[in-house]
């Protein structure tokens, strides 16, 4: 096929092939611009009423345009050859970015959001897509997720309306090339789909969910050792906590995930946009050091339990914090005339506290923040300079570390800048080393347990 003409596209280059068919490189003569084009393999459409479904999808689903979808340029038939035209994107699947471990928490609610305005759009439209998954959403270099293969995956979904009693025995009514396909989608399917029942937009908030289940933890929910009992985990399983493969993820990702994942679809969120809410409220609060809302009463209980904590400076400064204020209230009360000149001293010297000591505010706002990071195992201090582990290199996670230094060194007033360097590659005993150390901030817990048990094992 490489070197011949399809209509108006000059095939260059194969991309890849896989249950729906092949995909070239291609080449636009009319518009000259680059395109991808699939060739469907032929046993999806060999049938009459399926072949009409799939053109009148494809379509609809070519007159979508959002910056998270992959514009579907042509649908058409050449002798006999049913292909689409569609935007060629460049770049990595999220599907090979969860392999390869290069998203870390924020990455992931980055694409989870945008793929979700995506299916937004499309649902506005009545359009479904009924196969999100990590193989079906490419991220471009510049960030933005892409969902491909609009208006397809009705090719090989046996969830067709009026099959309500098809069961997991849907896979004996399709064919051999619909099986291989499905097996590399079970896992992703929502329980309507396996049960063979209609499905609407929530299915793809189900299979979003298990997407982004995936992404935080790098383990699927549902997967098992077979396709049967997959899809049976799918439709009949409860879904696993995230916080029992990575228990140091934020609780209300826990809750968004669970919601997605609900086995009635009146259960899951109305629509893509409250889940949007849910995820941009999420990420606001995980990037700003947050990741709960505390009432007042939590604050005051946390304020206490830090007590202990308090170095013997800091004990003294607030105890005359305490005394100054007392002192003002009483000069005031009483009318002493040399209330106002104390006072005027008071605030001058709390002033100059302030200002001294806001270096170490900035760097205990940088630690406060940047501990919030689930991929950070530990963070330790030296004069201003600290020392951040984390599990594993991720360039984004560099990027958000060194723009929070960046955000505390600007408000410091006098004195040299913090710096701050990231490791991801300390063995086991240079991590007991750090440990025992002065100025260690924060340790993860799991790393504090490990550490200890290795300590106990010499």
Known sequence: MVGQNLKHYRIDASLGQGGM?????????????????????PQLVQDAERRKRFFQEARAAARITHPAIAQIYDVDEVDGTIFIAMELVEGSTVRDLIRRRELDLLGSMDIAIQVAEGLARAHEAGI?????????????????????????AKLVDPGQP???????SMLSTVTQTQIGTLMGTAA????????GLPVDFRSDLFSLGVT???????????QRSTMMETLHAVAFDETPSIHNVRPNLPLELQQIISRCLRKRPEDRYPDARTLIQDLRALRRDTESGKASTFSLRQRVIEAFRQLPRLAPRQYGWA???VAALGLILYLILTNVSL????????VALLVYRHVRNRPQRMME????????????????VQDRRITVVVDRPVGQLYGRINAQLSACNRKLFFGEPMSVTIRHDLTAPDTCELLTSTGVHYVRDDVAATAVNEVKQS
């Not at 009026?162 to 997991?168: H, M, T």
């Not at 982004?212 to 549902?222: G, K, S, V």
């Not at 940088?366 to 330790?380: D, G, Q, S, W, Y």
């Open 319 to 321: 105890a005359g914090a």
């Open 162 to 168: 009026g099959g309500g009693d098809a069961g997991l």
């Open 339 to 346: 209330g106002g000149v104390i006072g005027f001293s008071v």
């Open 188 to 195: 992703y399917m929502s329980p309507e789909q396996v049960k």
């Open 21 to 41: 068919g092949v995909v070239y490189r291609a080449q636009d003569l009319k518009l000259q611009r680059p395109v991808a084009i699939k060739l469907l393999a």
């Open 128 to 152: 479904v897509h009924r196969d999100i998954k990590p193989a079906n959403v490419i991220v471009t270099r510049d960030g933005q997720a892409k969902i491909l293969d609009f208006g397809l």
């Open 212 to 222: 982004l289940f995936e992404m935080t933890t790098w383990e699927l929910p549902f």
């Open 365 to 380: 706002q940088f630690v406060r923040k940047t501990r919030h990071v689930p991929e950070v195992r530990l963070i330790a």
